[in-house]
């Protein structure tokens, strides 16, 4: 603008406020474009459902499968709502674009349209024609979703745990109108597949019995999988439930197991969906559980290792040479055979013999060699397959290793068949199709679910051991083989403890579990009489505490004596021993309180210097830390009065509780008492004398 010339007025800036003054060009500049409604800021980012069955034109219940297939959900917008329309339901906008072009979305038309042919041919009495329409019925596939959801493979696997839960849910629901017959066995095939790559695979680390199911977890690629199974009852079937909301997902998590499962069978070298004998196979999940297992050992078993193809391949390449050899070539080959597996054995006579001075180990890394070709077989998983175990699953692996369980009919076997193949372990039942029968003698552990055992199991084998299905999954937890003593028929079972909770970090460890620590170790185990013996200390010390109350009234009753009597209990080494054990316990109470009582006023102290920002902060986790105190401190209170319970109720041989054995005691150390004051020649002369003054 140049500098400004004396007398001239200022002229006005293009930057100030609009006035009626100002000219259209000037205004236009200033306003900029008019925006239209609901095209900016949340109302153009956020849209409601009603506004969105608009745009996609389909119905509600279409929309809602649309949205659980896609894996879109609704979004609270932050701060205000659109509209101020607080409590609707709200969608983003680049969410609804995504579902305009799902190629889903087209099929659920088509279907709408299909569905309207056949009713109108039908309503005209046409069966012909509605029959034939019925057959062009429009199919769908969820490939292109589960790929577009899941890139990688690992991604699938973490997601894996709504999914096996669903699923296990639905092969245990009975089959009603709103659940198809068709989903339920779906849904067992599934699961039985799952459950034997699990157990062939010993992929399986932690399990947990509860009210609500078993938890299982498996560990797959590094990945953990966690789901429940429910338990094998009837199940309630709610009337507030949407079933076909669960349908719906469940049609997503099908599809997304069989791509699962396909990868996992594939790295196996096992073809799936696995073949079984007699096509499909009906009954409940453990049924189709083992149908699964064995037709996944007859594939295995068939497929065999890579050296074992190898070898075969030689061998057929051998006998078709060998057609035209006569049987003295034959013979000579099978001698020279012979010869080199001697000459092996012979070669650390030849070698010492030989050479005296040079004594070289040639069989020293032959069997070094063999052991790693034995150890790298054994951490192969399967015969056919690449995966490999790593130390913790060997160590899992070998557990049950040499092990046969035989499950009772009592005995859910779904989850114990599970747990103990993916262990090591060999399993047999009561029913059809068990590789074990209940007489067979190599059978190590017997599971049975009963208060005693019945009278028709003295007729078995008496090298088996009759233990709880909680061993099982107590030993697996742990990855340790538990005492059986404490499983045992009949047998009040230790605390189950779940795998998932960390003690440290709870601040409180069980009892059992500080058992089982010292088991690890290597240390005894705690003796079952301890209790026992700490109820007879007590005792002890009452009776100690009734004889000094006795030696109370006697030193009271004589006057003379008690100067002298006094004087001797001071002189006691023992009675001086306690006193001083006293002192020491009352200083080191005075110690404790003085050290609590200067954290205190230091924390005050400290606090006082704090930001106003930093001591709020302090004080809420000095809060979350009482709170946690005060819980293990009531754990703690819980264990004591149990352990106090469980006092009282054990019995000596003669059936007497612990209370019981105190109180006859007292009473006989009363009787000794009395007898001794009733006795005349116990009693001083100046006593007597004192007792006819008064009298």
């Given at each position: 603008m140049g500098n400004r010339v004396k007398g001239r007025p200022k002229k006005s800036s293009i930057k100030a406020n609009s006035h009626s003054k100002m000219g259209s060009k000037r205004k236009l500049s200033r306003m900029g474009k008019k925006q239209k409604k609901n095209h900016a800021g949340l109302e153009a980012t956020f849209v409601g459902r009603s506004k969105c069955l608009k745009m996609l034109q389909i119905t509600i219940k279409d929309f809602r499968r649309l949205c659980i297939l896609k894996g879109i959900y609704p979004r609270e917008p932050r701060g205000r709502f659109p509209g101020h329309k607080k409590?609707?339901?709200?969608?983003?906008?680049?969410?609804?674009?995504a579902i305009a072009h799902e190629p889903v979305l087209e099929k659920f038309r088509e279907f709408r349209a299909f569905t309207k042919k056949v009713r109108r041919a039908a309503g005209r009495n046409e069966q012909d024609e509605a029959l034939r329409k019925n057959a062009m019925c429009p199919t769908y596939t969820l490939h292109h979703l589960v790929r577009e959801r899941y890139p990688r493979f690992n991604d699938a696997l973490s997601d894996l745990d709504d999914a096996l839960t669903l699923t296990y849910l639905f092969a245990a629901l009975p089959s009603t109108a709103n659940i198809k017959p068709k989903v339920v066995t779906k849904a067992k095939s599934l699961a039985a597949a799952w459950g034997a790559y699990c157990s062939t695979a010993a992929c399986i680390t932690k399990s947990f019995i509860s009210v609500k199911g078993i938890?299982?977890?498996a560990t797959i690629r590094s990945v953990p999988v966690r789901w429940v199974v429910p338990h094998s009852f009837t199940q309630f079937m709610p009337e507030d439930v949407d079933y076909r909301v669960m349908t719906?997902?469940?049609?997503?998590?099908?599809?997304?197991?069989?791509?699962?499962?396909?990868?996992?069978?594939?790295?196996?070298?096992?073809?799936?969906?696995?073949?079984?004998?007699?096509?499909?196979?009906?009954?409940?999940?453990?049924?189709?559980?083992?149908a699964n297992l064995r037709s996944l050992t007859n594939a295995l078993n068939s497929t065999g290792n890579i050296s074992n193809i190898v070898s075969e391949s030689v061998e057929d390449s051998d006998k078709k040479e060998k057609k035209g050899k006569t049987k003295e070539e034959k013979k000579k080959e099978k001698e020279l055979i012979k010869s080199v597996g001697a000459a092996l054995n012979s070669i650390n006579e030849d070698s010492d013999s030989e050479d005296e001075e040079d004594d070289v180990d040639v069989a020293g890394p032959l069997k070094a060699a063999l052991e790693s070709m034995a150890d790298?077989?054994?951490?192969?998983?399967?015969?056919?397959?690449?995966?490999?175990?790593?130390?913790?699953?060997?160590?899992?692996?070998?557990?049950?290793?040499?092990?046969k369980f035989f499950l009772s009919r009592e005995v859910p076997r779904g989850y114990l068949e599970l747990v103990s193949l993916a262990f090591g372990g060999i399993v047999g039942w009561e029913g059809p199709n068990s590789p074990i029968s209940a007489n067979d003698p190599s059978i190590t552990h017997h599971v049975v679910d009963?208060?005693?055992?019945?009278?028709?199991?003295?007729?078995?084998?008496?090298?088996?051991?009759?233990?709880?299905?909680?061993?099982?999954?107590?030993c697996a937890n742990n990855v340790f083989l538990l005492p059986v003593a404490k499983y045992s028929v009949g047998v009040t079972l230790p605390p189950h403890l779940s795998p998932w909770v960390d003690n440290e970090e709870e601040g409180y460890k069980p009892a059992y579990a500080e058992e089982i620590e010292r088991l690890k170790n290597g240390e005894p185990a705690v003796a079952e009489n301890d209790d026992q013996m700490e109820t007879d200390e007590a005792a002890d010390e009452a009776e100690e505490e009734m004889e000094d109350a006795a030696t109370k009234e006697k030193d009271s009753d004589t006057e003379e004596e008690s100067d002298d009597e006094s004087e001797e209990e001071e002189e006691d080494p023992a009675a001086k021993k306690k006193q001083d054990k006293k002192k020491l316990v009352a200083k080191k109470a005075r110690a404790e309180q003085r050290r609590k009582q200067e954290e205190e006023e230091a924390h005050a102290l400290a606090k006082t210097m704090m930001s106003r920002k930093a001591s709020h902060l302090y004080g809420r986790m000095q809060h979350g830390i009482g709170k946690r105190t005060a819980k293990v401190e009531n754990l703690r209170n819980k264990r004591k009065a149990i352990e106090e319970e469980n006092r009282s109720k054990r019995k000596d041989t003669l059936g007497r509780t612990p209370l019981?054995?105190?109180?006859?005691?007292?009473?006989?150390e009363r009787k000794r008492l009395e007898d001794e004051y009733s006795n005349p020649t116990g009693v001083s002369t100046k006593k007597s004398k004192k007792k006819r003054r008064s009298t």
């Open positions: 409590g609707q339901t709200f969608y983003h906008i680049k969410d609804i674009r938890y299982f977890e719906t997902f469940f049609e997503f998590y099908e599809t997304l197991l069989h791509f699962a499962l396909y990868k996992l069978y594939n790295d196996l070298e096992v073809r799936y969906p696995l073949p079984t004998d007699g096509g499909e196979v009906k009954g409940s999940t453990s049924f189709i559980l083992g790298d077989e054994a951490r192969t998983v399967l015969p056919g397959g690449n995966l490999e175990l790593d130390d913790e699953s060997m160590k899992r692996r070998r557990l049950f290793s040499g092990f009963r208060p005693k055992l019945p009278a028709s199991y003295s007729n078995l084998p008496k090298s088996r051991e009759f233990i709880q299905p909680q061993w099982i999954l107590d019981k054995q105190k109180v006859d005691r007292l009473r006989k």
